[in-house]
């Protein structure tokens, strides 16, 4: 069987017995991978109810998404917080990956208000390109935004669309308004549909 620990590192070991505590493996091959060099894309979405944003953290694991920041809007529905949320999100992250043969895990965020995650990121990097997804029917299409020399940042608001306050606060940081369709789409949908775009244009060029 294969093991890795999320972080470039890759074994294959053979079971040696199987109890109902305890599996013992020897390792057979053992080898640290370096982290691709390639342009980061971050997905940060609106929290949504039921098990919906579990499927959007797999989807993203899946597709090669490097950090997922669940974001509180003003109009996000109100949902469960603290540690034990971001605990579930991580495993169904691993889970994915197992899936996925990913061996390097999206970072996952604690849950934040827009100004708190935007803080964040002015804090740690100063190389970003900030999209967001605007119902705007003159808005530029989501590949026309495209540049990979900067990590890109996909901003997904809430179902209720983001209030003018918070376009204004995105705006102010050079974020700059997308759209992926005509049509409507629902707070997973819309993100993962950019993080197909934004991993396969990536993936390509990498």
């Not at 996909?154 to 102010?172: A, N, R, W």
């Not at 308004?177 to 949908?189: F, Y």
Request: net charge neutral; hydrophobic share 40%.
């Amino acid at each position: 069987m294969e093991l890795f620990d999320g972080a470039g590192t890759l074994a294959q070991a053979e079971i040696q017995s199987i109890s109902p505590r305890k599996t013992t493996l020897t390792i057979q091959t053992l080898q640290t991978l370096p982290r691709p060099h390639r342009s980061q894309v971050v997905i940060a979405c609106s929290l949504a109810q039921g098990d919906r944003f579990d499927w959007l953290i797999s989807k993203c694991t899946e597709l090669g998404v490097d950090r997922i920041c669940p974001v509180r809007f003003e109009r996000t529905v109100k949902l469960a917080r603290g540690e034990k949320v971001t605990d579930r999100f991580v495993k169904l992250a691993i889970a994915a990956a197992k899936q996925s043969e990913r061996l390097f895990l999206p970072r996952i965020d604690r849950a934040g208000s827009l100004l708190q995650t935007l803080e964040h990121f002015d804090s740690e990097s100063s190389g970003t390109s900030i999209l967001y997804g605007s119902p705007n029917p003159k808005a530029a299409s989501l590949l026309q935004q495209v540049d990979f020399s900067q990590v890109m940042i996909v901003f997904i608001g809430p179902e209720g669309g983001l209030t003018p306050e918070e376009e204004h606060l995105l705006t102010e940081r050079g974020a700059r308004e997308v759209r992926l369709t005509d049509t409507v789409l629902r707070i997973e949908t819309a993100a993962v549909a950019a993080a197909a775009i934004l991993c396969a244009k990536r993936d390509r060029l990498s």
